[in-house]
């Protein structure tokens, strides 16, 4: 196992993310945050709390849980469905930033997009990850990247957030496949 972003580089890629979702989007005003569960919801808290800081006043945030809309629902175990919670401004014709840990393949997102499609038309959807992978098997590509990570297919990707972990820190891992 490898350390690829230690809690101080975690915390600056965080940061930057944050400053660069407000310059794309001239303030935070028109703007929803919504994380994928799990680690993705954390991700998006803590760019909501930087973004709140900088602009001192709340932005709208919130979850959006996927599970049923996953192409491989069938080849995985069952699951917990998480909440899906929706800020009080909605999505309708909002700029949503769909926010998740790691973007590998590209179908995470896709079911985000499908998911979010139920809930309404936003006026635009851009994609925040902290890792960006490569390996896409869909034409996906994110708007704001923490840290681009080339890995082997094999390889995992570990992310840690203090609030589930106990610590913040991003790995690589060598998997067997």
């Not at 919801?41 to 800081?53: D, G, K, Q, S, T």
């Not at 945030?61 to 699951?79: A, E």
């Not at 079911?111 to 996906?140: F, M, N, S, Y």
Request: no cysteine; aromatic share 2%; hydrophobic share 40%.
């Amino acid at each position: 196992m490898s350390l690829a972003l230690p809690a101080p580089d975690m915390a600056r890629a965080i940061t930057r993310i944050s400053h660069e979702i407000l310059e794309r989007n001239s303030g935070s005003d028109s703007i929803t945050l919504l994380g994928i569960p799990t680690r993705g919801a954390h991700l998006a808290a803590r760019i909501a709390a930087n973004i709140e800081a900088i602009e001192g006043k709340p932005v709208q945030s919130g979850t959006l849980d996927i599970t049923l809309h996953r192409d491989d629902l069938r080849m995985r175990p069952p699951r917990a469905l998480m909440p899906t919670t929706i800020p009080s401004l909605g999505v309708e014709d909002r700029n949503i930033i769909l926010i998740d840990d790691v973007l590998f393949s590209g179908r995470t997102i896709r079911a985000a997009l499908d998911a979010l499609g139920e809930i309404g038309r936003p006026k635009t959807v851009q994609l925040a990850v902290l890792v960006d992978r490569g390996h896409r098997q869909l034409p996906i590509k994110a708007d704001y990247v923490g840290k681009n990570l080339p890995t082997s297919p094999t390889q995992i990707i570990k992310v840690q957030f203090t609030e589930l972990d106990g610590v913040d820190a991003v790995s690589l891992e060598e998997g067997g496949k």
